[in-house]
């Protein structure tokens, strides 16, 4: 079975451009998490969804920073517009359900916004 | 200027020693454990978990110690290989939102 998609896998892009970033959980999974990793902070969780509703959106750093799961297969995490200080590796993380289960990662967007 | 930023702790081992990683969690209400593995480029892989109603569980070559006294939770890799190198991350389920919790890490070097 695929694991967690994610789309582009790098993204090189210039400051003030719109970066959009794209996942498709695993099938059957039911919540949704967007992650970012960076060597100052390590893993940080951005927002997480549960039957495609937002559920915290407490870790999104800025409202330049937006996420959508229009449906059970496809999320998108948008920034608009980007900064430099926005390049990071991205991961996006799927489980069956919340509360003590396992989270399953993609292979992470690679982003770089000079 | 001098870089900043997160300081892994590196556990360096000898191919074919034992290698025992360490994490301490936060929270006490805490039920349930995971062990990932991340390799350069790529993203965490789960390796192993542990529900707070058990004090140990084994897979293949790991072990998995839960010591909810001291709130402390240790991976043990048997017989490492240069395969096993690799950043492992600890995460706590915390219950209030329903989400995982990870710590910052630790970089296992596998030594031919």
């Known amino acids: 079975d695929a694991g967690v998609i994610q789309s582009p896998r790098h993204e090189v892009t210039e400051m003030g451009q719109e970066v959009t970033l794209r996942c498709k959980p695993i099938?059957?999974?039911?919540?949704l998490f967007w992650y970012r990793q960076t060597m100052m902070r390590g893993l940080e969780l951005l927002i997480y969804?549960?039957?495609?509703?937002?559920?915290?959106d407490s870790g999104m750093p800025e409202d330049r920073f937006s996420a959508k799961m229009p449906n059970a297969s496809f999320s998108t995490l948008k920034i608009q517009p980007s900064e430099p200080r926005d390049s990071a590796v991205y991961f996006c993380?799927?489980?069956?359900?919340?509360?003590?289960?396992?989270?399953?990662f993609g292979p992470g967007t690679r982003l770089l916004v000079l | 200027g001098e870089s900043v930023g997160l300081h892994l702790p590196t556990l360096s081992v000898q191919e074919g020693d034992n290698s025992i990683i360490n994490c301490a969690y936060s929270?006490?209400?805490?039920?349930?454990f995971i062990w990932y593995k991340q390799e350069s480029g790529k993203g965490p892989q789960f390796i192993i978990d542990?529900?707070?109603?058990?004090d140990k569980r084994q897979g293949q070559r790991v072990t998995v110690l839960l010591n909810k006294t001291v709130k402390h939770l240790s991976l043990q890799i048997a017989a490492t290989q240069p395969g096993d190198s690799a950043v492992y991350f600890c995460?706590?389920?915390?219950?209030?939102?329903?989400?995982?919790?990870f710590g910052g890490g630790t970089r296992l070097m596998v030594k031919p």
């Open positions: 099938s059957g999974h039911n919540s």
């Open positions: 929270n006490s209400a805490s039920d349930y």
């Open positions: 542990i529900r707070s109603n058990m």
């Open positions: 969804f549960n039957n495609n509703v937002p559920i915290d």
């Open positions: 993380a799927s489980s069956l359900n919340l509360g003590g289960e396992t989270q399953y």
């Open positions: 995460a706590e389920n915390n219950n209030a939102g329903n989400m995982l919790t």
